[in-house]
């Protein structure tokens, strides 16, 4: 879920007609419901979100597919971007400082006997993004969407020979990343803003370009891959590799959509945003090439949520002067809720079918030579 500060108020969601079961949903966030029957009825409507979707009807979902690429190649890189920002970001960063784990991750860590804390697996799952991305140091690496700066901050330490470049459109967290940078002596690291969808790097800091590029829950904001793609590549050296993390579905692609009101999650959280499926970065190979491609067991996003939810739970009496502060008094009490609900929300997304449904993909890309990228363009436009 990284950064697409931080003091201003939420803004209010566009008036919706209310679902028939509102007064569920209103029951719900005022805590008038136990938690095991909210997330009994989580996975009732997930299950009922797998058929909608065509999980059993083959052709159906070939269909839906198909669709779903026209439009995401007919769409802008991203849509509804301050409403990414602000769903996640708006919130004092203590909010955040007082239930993620000490490196800030907002994204999912990395379980390997599934014993670890918190703090374990945000550090294994930072270790395996440098495998992955075959790091090493020296390089010129750019952390892209970087969040609270957890792959920015951990890269400078580990690789003191390299350069890190952190883009963020969060005024709030690029100030941040700059204070932990400066209060850690970390000289290699440098923070700017931007928008993704219409960011250019000035000829001084992008220089050749970049060795490595990671992005990490980032692309789950985007919709047009083939426009960020092409954007990317034309950041990154000749023999440069980009490494993305995305949470996935096994086979479905989606979009988050607010219709009726009916859907929550879209309504409060992921406002434009896009559920991918494992495959559907594939089919955005214009400018980049798949090198490898892995898939993580949706048990470690589950457990870093219920981490979170637990750390939450025990900050409730430090963090509601903070939710009062943006929410304002009367509202505080049901976005501290709704702040569970999501994280139980993602918790039961990823745990479905033991993380066998939902789950985090993770891809290596090389870039193409630009007589592959012409030759490749050439023929799409003689189809």
């Given at each position: 879920m990284s950064d697409l500060s931080s003091q201003a108020a939420m803004p209010q969601p566009q008036e919706q007609k209310a679902p028939a079961d509102s007064w569920l949903i209103d029951w719900c966030e005022r805590g008038r419901i136990p938690d095991a029957l909210v997330r009994l009825g989580m996975r009732r409507l997930m299950k009922q979100r797998l058929r909608d979707e065509g999980i059993n009807d083959g052709e159906a979902r070939s269909r839906r597919f198909n669709r779903l690429i026209d439009e995401l190649r007919a769409s802008p890189i991203a849509i509804e971007t301050q409403a990414a920002n602000s769903q996640h970001y708006e919130v004092p960063a203590g909010f955040f400082h007082a239930h993620l784990g000490e490196h800030l991750k907002y994204s999912c860590c990395l379980y390997r006997t599934g014993s670890e804390t918190l703090d374990q697996a945000e550090t294994a799952m930072l270790e395996e993004y440098a495998v992955r991305a075959q790091l090493?140091?020296?390089?010129?690496?750019?952390?892209?969407?970087?969040?609270?700066?957890?792959?920015?901050?951990?890269?400078?330490?580990?690789?003191?020979?390299?350069?890190i470049v952190a883009l963020s459109n969060s005024q709030g967290q690029r100030e941040f990343i700059q204070a932990a940078a400066a209060e850690r002596g970390l000289a290699n690291l440098n923070v700017v803003t931007g928008n993704i969808v219409d960011?250019?790097?000035?000829?001084?800091?992008?220089?050749?370009?970049?060795?490595?590029?990671?992005s990490i829950e980032m692309f789950e904001h985007m919709k047009n891959y083939r426009l960020l793609l092409s954007k990317i590549s034309g950041w990154m050296r000749e023999d440069a590799k980009l490494f993305v993390h995305v949470f996935a579905h096994r086979t479905l692609a989606y979009h988050f959509e607010v219709k009726d009101g009916s859907d929550w999650m879209s309504k409060y959280f992921f406002?434009?945003?896009?559920?991918?499926?494992?495959?559907?970065?594939?089919?955005?190979?214009d400018d980049l090439t798949i090198d490898r491609q892995w898939w993580v067991s949706g048990m470690h996003y589950e457990r870093t949520a219920n981490h979170w939810l637990e750390n939450l739970d025990a900050a409730r009496d430090e963090l509601m002067p903070l939710l009062v502060q943006t929410y304002?008094?009367?509202?505080?009490?049901?976005?501290?809720?709704?702040?569970?609900?999501?994280?139980?929300?993602?918790?039961?997304?990823?745990?479905?079918?033991k993380g066998n449904e939902w789950g985090i993909a993770h891809y290596r890309f090389t870039r193409r030579s630009m007589e592959q990228v012409n030759a490749r363009r050439s023929a799409s436009a003689a189809c």
């Open positions: 090493y140091d020296g390089q010129r690496i750019l952390d892209l969407g970087c969040g609270w700066g957890s792959l920015s901050l951990w890269l400078a330490e580990k690789y003191p020979r390299s350069k960011y250019e790097f000035e000829p001084g800091l992008l220089g050749e370009g970049f060795d490595r590029v990671l406002t434009g945003g896009t559920m991918p499926s494992e495959s559907l970065l594939l089919h955005f190979q304002g008094a009367a509202n505080a009490p049901v976005w501290f809720q709704r702040w569970r609900m999501f994280y139980m929300a993602v918790a039961e997304l990823f745990g479905y079918a």
